[in-house]
T-cell receptor, first 111, second 113 residues
Framework: RKEVEQDPGPFNVPEGATVAFNCTYS??????FFWYRQDCRKEPKLLMS???SGNEDGRFTAQLNRASQYISLLIRDSKLSDSATYLC????????????FGTGTSLTVIP | GAGVSQSPRYKVAKRGQDVALRCDPI?????LFWYQQALGQGPEFLTY????????KSGLPSDRFFAERPEGSVSTLKIQRTQQEDSAVYLC???????????FGPGTRLTVL
């Protein structure tokens, strides 16, 4: 079983829509969580960390549910520029220094 | 300021050749990671350095893979006797602390023929 699982999508949404992605992780001892975005043939870029109480950055909201072992990313008022692959990342100190990346969820925002 | 840089950006190698991939992290970043990313997959952890110490190399797929960071700054990932299955994008990332957001370089796309 993979450490981190994501629905690969693709998600195709119209401009202005709200879209949400979920990511589940297998190890309950995981401590740190992040969302990255990766544009086609580019490197991943940190979008936001995910805090226990949930956090918001503009149109983006991240939530953590430790009991169910999932994290989510909500994008409101989608823009064309939001089209990318969104990677969920989990850090589990009990397995060394590894950050586990999901396979990514593809989002295309349609005009 | 300057981000993470990697060179070469593209490398084509014949099967059996040795290759060396370079990473220049952000100045002052203690932590340095190497990842391998296959098409359609997320990055897979290879190895981690804290300054010059390689603290975790559990992700290296075989003993043909070797990484070093002798002065705690620039790092090199070396792959000996390359195989076709080594074809992937090799990403380097650095961070100020272990448990923090990582900043990625543009990657080296390795193609083994």
């Amino acid at each position: 079983r993979k450490e981190v699982e994501q629905d690969p999508g693709p998600f195709n949404v119209p401009e202005g829509a709200t879209v949400a992605f979920n990511c589940t992780y297998s190890n309950s001892a995981s401590q740190s969580f992040f969302w990255y975005r990766q544009d086609c043939r580019k490197e991943p870029k940190l979008l936001m960390s995910v805090y226990s109480s949930g956090n918001e950055d503009g149109r983006f909201t991240a939530q953590l549910n430790r009991a169910s072992q999932y994290i989510s990313l909500l994008i409101r008022d989608s823009k064309l520029s939001d089209s990318a692959t969104y990677l969920c990342v989990v850090f589990d100190p009990n397995t060394g220094n590894q950050f586990y990346f999901g396979t990514g969820t593809s989002l295309t925002v349609i005009p | 300021g300057a981000g993470v840089s990697q060179s070469p950006r593209y490398k084509v190698a014949k099967r059996g050749q040795d290759v060396a991939l370079r990473c220049d992290p952000i100045s002052g970043h203690v932590s340095l990671f190497w990842y391998q990313q296959a098409l359609g997959q997320g990055p897979e952890f290879l190895t981690y350095f804290q300054n010059e110490a390689q603290l975790d190399k559990s992700g290296l797929p075989s003993d043909r893979f070797f990484a070093e960071r002798p002065e705690g700054s620039v790092s090199t990932l070396k792959i000996q006797r390359t195989q076709q299955e080594d074809s992937a994008v090799y990403l380097c990332a650095s961070s100020l602390l272990l448990v923090g957001g990582q900043y990625f370089g543009p990657g080296t796309r390795l193609t083994v023929l």
